[in-house]
Nanobody, 120 residues
Framework: QVQLVGSGGGLVQAGGSLRLSCAASGSISSINAMSWYRQASGKQRELVATITSGGSTDYADSVKGRFTISRDNAKNTVYLQMNSLKPEDTAVYSC??????????????WGQGTQVTVSS
């Protein structure tokens, strides 16, 4: 099992910055990737950024150059630094951990969402 606790959301003006955190505990050694997703009101959930256990990162086109995903292994925490925020970034942001089970199944664990609101 993996437990995730997300934090760091809030209200910010357009052009501002926020940093989200996702602290992991439990069977973290078997995690092979962690991601941030977001879901705006009335829209489908969207993958925002992913970081693998090897340190590779990937971003949605809509956030490239503005958002940075990183991790602190000592703190078992993944961060999403969000700069140059736009009103369209307003959403509930959630982190997800993916790990392989002992028999090779992919298992996903979700943290609770944190609201990010960007005012114009």
């Amino acid at each position: 099992q993996v437990q995730l606790v997300g934090s760091g959301g809030g209200l910010v003006q357009a052009g501002g910055s926020l940093r989200l955190s996702c602290a992991a505990s439990g069977s973290i050694s078997s995690i092979n990737a962690m991601s941030w997703y977001r879901q705006a009101s009335g829209k489908q959930r969207e993958l925002v950024a992913t970081i693998t256990s090897g340190g590779s990162t990937d971003y949605a086109d809509s956030v490239k150059g503005r958002f940075t995903i990183s991790r602190d292994n000592a703190k078992n925490t993944v961060y999403l630094q969000m700069n140059s925020l736009k009103p369209e970034d307003t959403a509930v942001y959630s982190c997800k951990a993916r790990r392989l089970s002992a028999v090779g199944y992919e298992l996903d664990y979700w943290g609770q969402g944190t609201q990010v609101t960007v005012s114009s």
